[in-house]
């Protein structure tokens, strides 16, 4: 990844981190949201509008420097063992946590979903005193830390997520208008399987980001779920004739 995808890619976690929605920053600008998707899409973006967005938003060049990191790898965003096992002891929590951490205010949330809210301003007083986000008066919501959300596998949410991932979402049989699978069985060795491990962590933090631009805007969307694995493995039948 070059160090403008990167830096552009900080610029957009910042303002997630500070809640700030494409329209809101269109109508600070007075463009067109589509245009300023364009222009945090584009690696022409000059200096007097990168400053632009930077007064807007009450933001700095250097803290954009420091949030991107300038370094090969997706920045991830990781959860303490305390914060991972209260979202795994309460599944209703934590997809109220994944909504807020995809761009989806509060009302909103209670709009699209059966969840009240006396159960709302609860599950936002949890997640401040998990240090998850920070509450703000009239229930305006900052996410702590930035990057792309991730669950370690080992932890209390990635034994959960992992165990009902392996016993529902495979058990389809993808004919379906939205479905898509493809598996291959290839030789492959220790370095190109990393090089397409990157790859793939790109492809998926570049998801995620759409997702959530789509879900600013308000544009109607379908829930997918997407699963990208690889391990040592061959059909049971290939026993039947193995390598020398």
């Known amino acids: 990844m070059s160090q403008v995808d990167q830096f552009l890619g900080a610029l957009k976690r910042s303002l997630k981190a500070r809640n700030i929605l494409y329209r809101d920053l269109a109508e ?14 584009s690696k022409s973006l000059s200096l007097e509008r990168l400053e632009e967005i930077c007064k807007a938003c009450d933001l700095s060049f250097a803290e954009i420097c420091r949030n991107a990191q300038f370094e090969e790898e997706t920045h991830v965003l990781n959860l ?16 109220y946590y994944i909504l807020l951490h995809d761009g989806k205010k ?24 998990l240090n998850l986000i920070e509450l703000h008066p009239r229930d305006r919501v900052k996410i702590k830390g930035v990057g ?28 379906g208008e939205s479905d898509f699978i493809r598996f291959s069985l290839v030789g492959l060795t220790p370095q190109a399987l990393n090089k397409f491990k990157v790859k793939i962590e790109k492809l998926h933090a570049e ?16 829930d997918m779920g997407i699963l990208v694995a690889f391990r040592p493995w ?11």
């Open 28 to 41: 600070t600008l007075n463009l067109s949201e589509s245009s300023v998707k364009r222009i945090l899409s």
């Open 80 to 95: 303490s063992t305390e914060q991972e096992k209260a979202l795994a002891d309460n599944p209703r929590l934590l997809h």
């Open 106 to 129: 509060p009302q909103k949330i209670e709009k699209e979903y059966e969840i009240t809210n006396n159960e709302s301003k609860k599950f936002l007083l949890q997640l401040d005193r």
């Open 148 to 175: 792309t959300l991730h669950f370690r596998r080992e932890g209390a949410v990635g034994k959960a997520m992992f165990t009902y991932t392996k016993n529902n979402y495979l058990n389809h049989d993808f004919n």
């Open 207 to 222: 998801i995620q980001e759409e997702a959530r631009f789509i879900s600013e805007n308000e544009q109607e969307a379908e």
């Open 234 to 244: 061959q059909y049971s039948h290939m026993d039947a004739l193995k390598k020398k």
